[in-house]
């Protein structure tokens, strides 16, 4: 079923039999091709039909998929927003960049990137012409900062999906009164059709639709919802060991509600992005196009008796559909069609493809300084073969293989939490933590030795979530202090 983890060799087949059947195709890719990055919010890895979701109406996304290649084992580094976000722009960790949880904008007058070398910034240097519409979320004072020259972003908060969501455009407000999408597309628009024709554009566009509120979305794509089935939603109750904050609603029509309104917002970004590939393509830009679509982080609509992400469970929990994002990339010529791949990559991993795409290299020293994680993962889009790494980390303790996935509880605040211990091939709805009968073992000192490794090889001590007592706050309802009324 859609939401069940397959096993990454299933994957590398699929790739492999994919890759088979198709083709680079017949066009050559520009030398500095136009980027297209979509980064929504919420949007988990099983809310798309290629992926296997049997309810969902995702015409533009399945023509990503099908023109294109999809990458089926796509992570995040973090399952929350802004660090995610973060990690995206920079190529690193939060235990590197320093965020380690969404950001309360409002009255923030901290520069959180303030020592960092954004994406955006990059590509300006390059010569490209950098801009984002829609979410932002990494600092209020940071956008422009960054790199981008062109940008309209939320004021405050990014509430409501419709109505009159206060936003600033280039720092002054703007005065919008509908469905808060339909502005970024229009200033997406804008942008294209207002660009200087000489040189590349760097430009991403972040829509919010599938983050909660589970309401407002157009009605005329809720209803065909009402009808849905929701056959590959799994209804579970949570049993896990930690404290449960976000729970699908216990009435059946409103949790039926919840996930057409969610469904329905899933349907509407995919409209948006048809405008605009229907824009690139009008003016004959699409093929010169790489176009990206990913979201932060994943999402949970009552999978494992949960809603939203990492933040649903206190301490923040690491479950298949928080960590895992949907990614599609497209470019003919550069990208293969038709393609699935299965191997691991994340956002950081993201960050150095857009760059090797675009022609972009950073000096050996710039290079050092950053010390992402990351790597480019564009000889594979290609169909080359690729000596990838056989694990996936996350923020703040997980490591996660073919087949296993440990999760270290770092104490915090004096309290320590129970670390977990998965086995994803016989029990992928990750239900029995094996770690009481098999701790000590070969297995558990193998994981925890590759984790330790990881973040000592990359961390800023100063910025760890290993020792996350020690960061700055970044919100009123942090799960590491709200819990212990801090």
Known sequence: MAHTALPRREFLAMSAAASAASSLGPSRPPDRPNVLLFLT?????????????????????????????????????????????????????????????????????????????????????AGYQPALFGKWHCGQREVAQAGFATWMTHETHQYPHRGAPR????????????????????????????????????????????????????????????????????????????????????????????????????????????????????????????????????????????????????????LEESIRVPLLLRLPGMVASSSVHGAFVDHCDLFHTLLEAAGIREEEEATRRRNSPGRSFLPMLRGE?????????????????????????????GRSDPDELYDLEADPRETVNLLPRLAGTGLERELRGRLEAHFQRYEVPARSGRRIEEQPRYNPNEPWRSRLGL
Request: net charge negative; aromatic share 10%; hydrophobic share 35%.
């Open 167 to 318: 936003f600033l455009e280039n720092g002054k407000p703007v005065a919008f009164l509908g469905q808060q999408s339909a502005l970024v597309t229009s200033r997406a628009q804008q942008f294209l059709r207002n660009r200087e024709r000489g040189g590349p554009f760097f430009l991403c566009v972040g829509y919010v639709d599938t983050h909660a509120p589970f309401a407002e979305h157009p009605e005329r794509i809720v209803r065909r919802y009402r009808r849905a089935a929701f056959r590959d939603v799994p209804r579970e109750e949570y049993k896990g060991p930690l404290q449960p904050l976000h729970v699908p609603p216990r009435d059946p029509a409103e949790r039926a509600e919840a996930l057409a309104q969610y469904f329905a917002a899933v349907t509407y970004i995919d409209e948006q992005v048809g405008i605009l590939l229907d824009e690139l393509e009008g003016t004959g830009d699409l093929d010169r196009t790489l176009v990206v679509y990913t979201s932060d982080h994943g999402h949970m609509n009552g999978h494992h008796g949960l809603m939203t992400k990492g933040n649903a469970t206190v301490p923040q929990n690491f």
């Open 41 to 125: 919010d919420d949007h988990g890895h099983w809310a798309m039909a290629s992926s296997g979701n049997s309810d969902l109406h995702t015409p533009n996304l399945d023509f990503l998929a099908a023109s294109g290649t999809r990458m089926a084992n796509a992570f995040t580094p973090c399952p929350v927003c802004s660090p995610a976000r973060a990690s995206l722009w920079t190529g690193r960790l939060p235990s590197q960049h320093g965020i380690h949880d969404w950001i309360r904008e409002e009255g923030d007058s901290r520069t959180w990137l303030r020592e960092e070398v954004p994406l955006a910034r990059l590509f300006a240097r």
């Open 385 to 413: 073969d690729a000596d990838w790494r056989q694990e996936q980390f996350c923020e703040y303790g997980m490591v996660r293989t073919e087949k296993h996935k440990l999760v270290v509880r770092y104490p915090a605040y």
